[in-house]
């Protein structure tokens, strides 16, 4: 016996990508629903080799569905999860709506998977921002044998964690930038994308941190260990898909490289690529389409007592949303619903 599995969102990026890792990873589901917003209702999603139709998010009787993926966005959640959670289906949500809830397990299932139990206080479990889970997956290993005191991470982020808006838009400023009179202004990003970097993801707070750098630090406390602290600065670059990440982790004792290496390759989720040779590195492109998060450029940072430098890049819409989502519901399954 499988279980009924719901995909709201699923004519999305991240719910497409839902679909084909639940196909892919062979979850155990009888039956598997794409539900969308009313304006989509009928389009066809592929699950596996099978086509779904959307049906309609509005007014759908969650009764009797295991687990609910989630990739509809805040507002969205805010109304129907609540719905999906009375009747009796578990909601994983990508959005931020619930990562900071005290009450709400926010999970990378690699590094804390206690937390699932938690799911029963309201029925969700939120899934982490993008580059916080790519992240922690290489801080926890190592917090585990030195103990880390501080992380400082600049992140250059691709243009699909902004949505297809996001994507549109860089696509269509590289062809204008070749084509006079055919120049595409910003609407989706602050400034121009194309040939550029910005540095600014999500809105200014009093501290002049963005949105998503308070996420990074937030999240990375909730699922690591409060005592870390983190400073992020978040960078929007012309990439289609892949995030990437400087990180710099200062920790309570002595950890050499050497073995941060080792432990890293031992570390769920990860792959370790680190030759110190030109190209003995992982970018964004290469990650594409894969589960792993990879890890590079491993090295001491003679700046501080105890410190070392990596590079981490993964496929944001996999491991940063989709993969943990459908893994989330993996672990859910496993130690907790318990079926056939």
Same mark, same amino acid.
């Given at each position: 016996?499988?279980?009924?599995?719901?995909?709201?969102?699923?004519?999305?990026?991240?719910? +497409?990508?839902?679909?084909?890792?639940?196909?892919?990873?062979?979850?155990?589901?009888?039956?598997? &629903? %794409?539900?969308?917003?009313?304006?989509?209702?009928?389009?066809?999603?592929?699950?596996?080799?099978?086509?779904?139709?959307?049906?309609?998010?509005?007014?759908?009787?969650?009764?009797?569905?295991?687990?609910?993926?989630?990739?509809?966005?805040?507002?969205?959640?805010?109304?129907?999860?609540?719905? %999906?959670?009375?009747?009796?289906?578990?909601?994983?949500?990508?959005?931020?709506?619930?990562?900071?809830?005290?009450?709400?397990?926010?999970?990378? @299932?690699?590094?804390?998977?206690?937390?699932?139990?938690?799911?029963?206080?309201?029925?969700?479990?939120?899934?982490?921002?993008?580059?916080?889970?790519?992240?922690?997956?290489?801080?926890?290993?190592?917090?585990?044998?030195?103990?880390? +005191?501080?992380?400082?991470?600049?992140?250059?982020?691709?243009?699909?964690?902004?949505?297809?808006?996001? *994507?549109?838009?860089?696509?269509?400023?590289?062809?204008?930038?070749?084509? @006079?009179?055919?120049?595409?202004?910003?609407?989706? =990003?602050?400034?121009?994308?194309?040939?550029?970097?910005?540095?600014?993801?999500?809105? =200014?707070?009093?501290?002049?941190?963005?949105?998503?750098?308070?996420?990074?630090?937030?999240?990375?406390?909730?699922?690591?260990?409060? %005592?870390?602290?983190?400073?992020?600065?978040?960078?929007?670059?012309?990439?289609?898909?892949?995030?990437?990440?400087?990180?710099? &982790?200062? =920790?309570?004792?002595?950890?050499?490289?050497?073995?941060?290496?080792?432990?890293? +390759?031992?570390?769920?989720?990860?792959?370790?690529?680190?030759?110190?040779?030109?190209?003995?590195?992982?970018?964004?492109?290469?990650?594409?389409?894969?589960? %792993?998060?990879? &890890?590079?450029?491993?090295?001491?940072?003679?700046?501080?007592?105890?410190?070392?430098?990596?590079?981490?890049?993964?496929?944001?819409?996999?491991?940063?949303?989709?993969?943990?989502?459908?893994?989330?519901?993996? *672990?859910?399954?496993? +130690?907790? *619903?318990?079926?056939?």
């Amino acid at each position: 016996m499988g279980y009924k599995v719901v995909v709201a969102g699923a004519t999305g990026n991240v719910g +497409r990508e839902m679909l084909n890792i639940l196909a892919e990873r062979q979850f155990p589901a009888d039956e598997v &629903i %794409a539900l969308a917003s009313r304006r989509s209702i009928g389009t066809e999603v592929s699950y596996g080799d099978k086509t779904l139709k959307t049906k309609d998010i509005e007014g759908f009787d969650f009764t009797g569905c295991d687990m609910a993926l989630f990739a509809i966005g805040s507002d969205a959640t805010k109304k129907y999860a609540p719905v %999906a959670a009375e009747q009796g289906c578990v909601v994983i949500d990508n959005s931020s709506l619930y990562r900071y809830d005290p009450e709400i397990p926010l999970i990378v @299932p690699e590094v804390n998977p206690d937390a699932i139990e938690d799911y029963r206080n309201k029925m969700i479990i939120a899934n982490p921002n993008c580059s916080t889970a790519q992240m922690v997956l290489a801080l926890k290993p190592l917090h585990d044998r030195a103990r880390i +005191r501080r992380v400082v991470v600049s992140t250059y982020q691709s243009v699909s964690g902004a949505g297809k808006e996001g *994507l549109d838009e860089l696509w269509d400023q590289t062809k204008g930038m070749y084509v @006079p009179g055919q120049e595409v202004e910003p609407k989706k =990003f602050q400034k121009q994308i194309a040939f550029n970097v910005i540095p600014q993801i999500d809105v =200014f707070m009093d501290s002049g941190d963005t949105k998503e750098e308070w996420k990074m630090v937030v999240e990375t406390k909730k699922i690591v260990d409060p %005592a870390i602290k983190v400073t992020a600065t978040c960078v929007r670059v012309p990439v289609f898909v892949g995030h990437a990440e400087s990180i710099n &982790i200062e =920790f309570e004792d002595f950890l050499d490289e050497d073995e941060a290496r080792d432990i890293l +390759r031992e570390a769920p989720g990860i792959l370790v690529v680190d030759k110190r040779e030109p190209g003995g590195y992982t970018t964004p492109v290469e990650c594409v389409g894969d589960f %792993a998060t990879y &890890i590079s450029r491993i090295r001491q940072d003679v700046t501080v007592e105890n410190g070392l430098n990596l590079w981490c890049v993964s496929d944001n819409l996999r491991k940063g949303a989709a993969l943990n989502a459908v893994q989330i519901a993996e *672990l859910l399954g496993n +130690r907790v *619903l318990k079926k056939g």
